[in-house]
């Protein structure tokens, strides 16, 4: 009986020890299980976030790529808007300088201009009380013609202005009394006055330029894109 009781023990025992080691094993299973589980998705959850980091650099690369692309090209065509201006500003220096020149060999011509100069001075400004103002080396032919220039604008205001009635408009034309306008100067000719006139009214509160510097200034702004398209044909045209 001792030996069967023994027996039996044994054999519970034997189970309970192989049942345990059934269950441990089973749990290191599970355990390895969720450990591998849970790797993977740590890794693959550290993958997301370094090919997040990765795409956001590589994004923020190619827009300073792009940044410094345009500012390349700023660059560049401001260096070349810059050599355009130059070139286009010594087509209006030498321009200048050629106007001077002429007006100086052709005095005839340049007294009928500047009694043309007035007489539209006069019509812009349609003033009874006036004063004109011009160069000193030009104060010869300013007074040979003031007086005609004074009585064509009457004429031209008379025939054209219908409220007049037919009547001439008054007009006190006068020199402006030591006041030149500056003289040209060839090594600064953006200094002085090439020539033509000034006239004011109101106690100079209204003033017309019609100097020559003003008509070519005017010439030359108007002219500025063809005269770059003259200059460079083949660049791509851009207003001034």
Not at 20 to 42: H, S
Not at 64 to 83: C, D, F, G, H, L
Not at 159 to 185: F, S
């Amino acid at each position: 009986m001792e030996s069967e009781s023994g027996d039996v023990l044994a054999s519970m025992i034997q189970f309970i020890n192989n049942h345990g080691d059934e269950q441990a094993e089973q749990l290191r299973r599970e355990a390895d299980q969720e450990f591998t589980i849970e790797c993977e998705k740590i890794t693959a959850n550290e993958k997301d976030r370094l090919d997040k980091i990765f795409d956001a650099r590589l994004e923020q690369e190619g827009v300073e790529m792009k940044i410094k692309e345009s500012k390349a090209k700023n660059t560049q065509r401001i260096k070349k808007m810059i050599e355009r201006n130059k070139y286009a500003e010594e087509v209006f220096k030498e321009t200048q300088t050629r106007l001077q020149e002429k007006m100086t060999e052709n005095a005839d011509e340049y007294k009928e201009l500047l009694k043309n100069l007035i007489v539209q001075s006069l019509i812009k400004l349609m003033e009874t009380n006036v004063k004109v103002m011009w160069r000193e080396s030009d104060e010869e032919l300013v007074s040979e013609v003031l007086e005609e220039a004074a009585q064509m604008y009457k004429d031209l205001m008379k025939d054209n202005v219908k409220m007049l009635n037919g009547a001439e408009p008054p007009l006190n034309i006068q020199i402006d009394p030591k006041k030149y306008l500056p003289e040209y100067n060839p090594e600064n000719p953006g200094s002085g006055c090439s020539g033509g006139v000034k006239l004011h009214a109101r106690k100079g509160r209204i003033v017309i330029s019609n100097t020559l510097d003003d008509r070519l200034d005017l010439c030359y702004q108007e002219s500025t894109p063809r005269i770059r398209k003259l200059l460079y044909p083949s660049s791509v045209s851009y207003t001034h």
